[in-house]
């Protein structure tokens, strides 16, 4: 498939990285060997043979070398037994003897846990159905049990080009006079989530400069889908928000007695997303926007998004955008406690200060030096992964993930529900099929997938990792293969008490904010969907604040795509070799292309001075 079909470009709302041109094709049909306890690495036959194949060499050994190899046997047998015990973990992750009937949250489904397992073919009397990668995850359990005591590759937790510690950030640096404000003021409700509502903000900060005119602090949009009433005032600092931006644009916590009686609607200041094209050029606003400011002396943008084109942009506006996201937006002290909170214990306690923890978590970074470190104290580092495998993302992929029949059955109801117009697209156009998109990098990595990925770059069994996001589609049945060889994975509410965590319940925002600071302090970031805004603006940060030290592992899902469809016959030196190359390629350093963000690349002149 040489390119993307026209028809699926016009419906895919999400935004890929398509940096790398290489091509791969994926048979329709990806089918795995069923995981095999039974089938162990032959050097272990082998080496198990040897040791107990001859009677009479035993006879022949004096006492000590007689020892020497029965203490080699219980090596090698407990070697095999903890090998065997992964896999049967993997395998085996979903059978339980009693097992309480309740409805899987996880995914949204209404199939009890009963239902799931018999689902999963993993029921009494049944035999398990194969499990997806079976074949590689065998090779990546083995090849972990076996390098439990071997050094981590050395570039492992630290960017590996030094070119990268050559940007500073120099967002905070003014060249204008501020502005007065003078031409009306501007009403912003933001649609989305914590991060559409970051981008909406910052990009209404820069037409307010462009306009001239006085910024409303923001409001958020209340969502069926988030269903968090939260507002500005409870995930940022205000007060900060409008001092910080007074050399910049003018902001005030409301409008004019005399404007808050109209009926903007009814005078034609009410402006929504239908009235605004996407990634709109600075002259669009003069030219539409501006008469209505002249006339009515303000403006409601209604279910604002991204509505402000990355280029071209006054180099000085687009600075302000950079100083908007990195410097004006801090949280409030209640989410910034709670983070160095998870941040410390993610650390294990340890005591020490990252880069970017005072960015973060202001004063509370301070907390971060208590006590005293003990000369023979390790670095607690840790890894942060951002798996977007949510079931939106799933169902809106168009791609399959291995579930058969009753996940196509499952997610084509719930595109039914929650994209209509998907469906109806579907029905009146030839859309590339699963294994197309998958070949082209267009379906999120999948659990398996992201596991394999981290046991090939070469991440121990005892890495720390903290799952950021929400709910994973399948529940803790289709995170197995990740728990089971990766035991030492938490989240915000495995980390926090109920007590510490209640007052963020029902908040998805300020959740995610918690998420955000943890995965940004991380001493590495990995994604597993190079679309994502989470993950952009994280890694936006990092590379901002980071002085060229924090680790971003970036996949090119085309490339990654190319390797897994070889699970089949790959030995795992080879895919070690393949992953840790396709990975490493994402990692290179260069300055913001046009037109991308520079919330996620702030290498560029406006946002970053090169040293």
Not at 106 to 130: A, C, M, V, W
Request: charged content about 25%; glycine content about 6%; aromatic content about 10%.
């Amino acid at each position: 498939m040489t390119s993307r079909s026209n028809s699926f470009s016009n419906f895919s709302e999400s935004s890929y990285d398509f940096d790398d041109k290489e091509q791969s094709t994926v048979p329709t049909s990806d089918r795995d060997e069923p995981l095999n306890p039974g089938h162990r690495n032959n050097s272990f036959n082998g080496l198990l043979g040897f040791t107990f194949g001859s009677k009479k060499m035993r006879k022949k050994k004096p006492f000590c070398q007689e020892k020497a190899i029965v203490g080699l046997a219980l090596f090698v047998i407990a070697f095999v037994g903890m090998n065997w015990w992964m896999l049967s973990r993997i395998q085996n992750s979903g059978r339980a003897s009693q097992v309480e009937l309740r409805f899987l949250e996880d995914n949204s489904s209404t199939l009890s846990i009963r239902e799931e397992l018999l689902r999963l073919g993993l029921g009494k009397g049944r035999k398990p159905q194969k499990t997806i990668y079976a074949r590689l995850l065998a090779k990546a359990a083995h090849s972990l049990a076996e390098g439990q005591k071997k050094s981590e590759p050395k570039d492992l937790w630290a960017e590996p080009y030094f070119v990268a510690s050559s940007w500073k950030p120099c967002a905070e640096q003014r060249q204008w006079l501020p502005s007065e404000g003078k031409n009306g003021y501007i009403i912003v409700t933001a649609n989305g989530g914590i991060n559409q509502h970051r981008v909406a903000v910052c990009n209404i900060v820069a037409i307010a400069r462009l306009l001239d005119a006085t910024l409303v602090l923001p409001r958020f949009l209340y969502s069926s889908v988030w269903k968090d009433v939260s507002q500005f005032g409870d995930i940022y600092q205000e007060e900060h928000f409008i001092d910080y931006l007074k050399p910049d644009i003018r902001v005030v916590r409301e409008l004019p007695q005399e404007l808050q009686s109209l009926d903007l609607e009814a005078i034609g200041s009410l402006v929504t997303d239908a009235d605004v094209v996407k990634e709109a050029k600075p002259g669009f606003y003069k030219k539409h926007i501006l008469p209505i400011l002249h006339k009515n002396r303000v403006v409601h943008f209604l279910g604002f998004g991204n509505r402000l084109a990355s280029d071209p942009l006054p180099p000085q506006v687009q600075r302000l955008r950079c100083r908007c996201n990195f410097h004006a937006l801090k949280f409030v002290p209640k989410i910034e406690e709670t983070g160095a909170l998870l941040i410390r214990r993610m650390r294990q306690n340890v005591t020490r200060l990252g880069p970017l923890d005072r960015h973060l978590v202001g004063p509370f970074s301070k907390s971060m030096l208590k006590g005293e470190r003990n000369r023979g104290e390790k670095v607690a580092r840790y890894l942060a992964l951002h798996m977007r495998f949510e079931i939106d993302m799933v169902a809106h992929s168009l791609c399959e993930y291995g579930g058969g029949e009753e996940e196509r059955n499952e997610l084509e109801a719930y595109r039914e529900i929650h994209f209509p117009a998907l469906v109806e697209l579907k029905k009146t156009t030839k859309l590339p099929s699963p294994a197309a998109l998958k070949a082209e990098g267009l379906c999120p990595l999948m659990p398996e997938e992201t596991v394999l990925m981290l046991a090939a770059l070469g991440f121990n069994r005892q890495t720390r990792i903290y799952l950021a996001g929400a709910h994973i589609y399948g529940g803790k049945s289709r995170l197995a293969s990740l728990t089971t060889l990766y035991p030492n994975l938490v989240t915000k509410e495995s980390l926090l008490s109920s007590s510490e965590i209640e007052p963020f319940m029902n908040f998805s925002s300020q959740l995610a904010a918690l998420d955000f600071i943890v995965c940004t302090a991380a001493d590495v970031f990995a994604m597993t969907d190079s679309g994502s805004q989470f993950s952009s603006l994280v890694s936006g940060f990092r590379v901002y604040f980071g002085g060229g030290k924090m680790a971003t592992i970036r996949p090119n899902k085309r490339r990654l795509a190319d390797i897994f469809v070889k699970n089949n016959t790959i030995d795992w030196r080879t895919f070690e070799q393949r992953v840790r190359k396709a990975v490493r390629q994402t990692k290179r350093v260069f300055s913001r292309p046009v037109g991308r963000s520079v919330y996620r690349y702030p290498r560029c002149k406006e946002c970053m001075c090169n040293t």
